[in-house]
C-alpha cells in the first residue's frame, strides 16, 4: 500500500473524487479521470437489468461523450484488488497505454498504480 498523501494533487483530487461517488451512491465502485485539459468525470457502478458497466467504464463513456480527446490518469476505488482488462481497455482507447490508473481501497489508500497498456 502506498500513501495516497504521497500523490501529485490532480491525482489525489480523482481519489477522493471516486471515493466520493462511491459512497455517496452506495455502489461497489467509484471512478474518476481526467482529460487533456485537466476536467474530471466521476462515476460509480452502473447495474441496471439492461445496463451493468464498471465505475471505470462509465466514467470513460462520459468524458467522451463530453468531448474529451484524451485522458492522463484514471482512478478507481473499491475493494477489488485489481482493475479488469475491460476496464484498463477503455482507459487506453481514450487515453493511450501509458495512462496511469490509480487503485485505491475504500478508504482512498492506493494500493498500487499501473498504466493502462
Do not use: C, Q
Request: aromatic letters at 0%; hydrophobic letters at 45%; proline letters at 5%.
Amino acid at each position: 500500500m502506498t500513501d495516497s498523501n504521497a500523490l501529485d494533487p490532480e491525482d489525489r483530487k480523482i481519489v477522493t473524487l471516486a471515493r466520493s461517488a462511491r459512497a455517496r451512491n452506495g455502489v461497489p465502485e467509484g471512478a474518476a479521470v481526467r482529460d487533456e485539459t485537466g476536467r474530471t468525470y466521476v462515476a460509480g457502478t452502473v447495474d441496471l437489468p439492461s445496463l451493468r458497466l464498471s465505475a471505470l467504464r462509465t466514467a470513460v463513456a462520459m468524458a467522451v461523450a463530453s468531448g474529451a480527446k484524451s485522458l492522463e490518469a484514471a482512478a478507481v476505488v473499491g475493494e477489488t484488488e485489481a482493475v479488469p482488462d475491460a476496464d484498463l481497455a477503455a482507459v487506453r482507447d481514450l487515453g493511450g497505454p501509458r495512462t496511469p490508473v490509480l487503485l485505491a481501497g475504500l478508504d482512498g489508500t492506493l494500493r498500487r498504480s499501473v498504466t493502462a497498456g
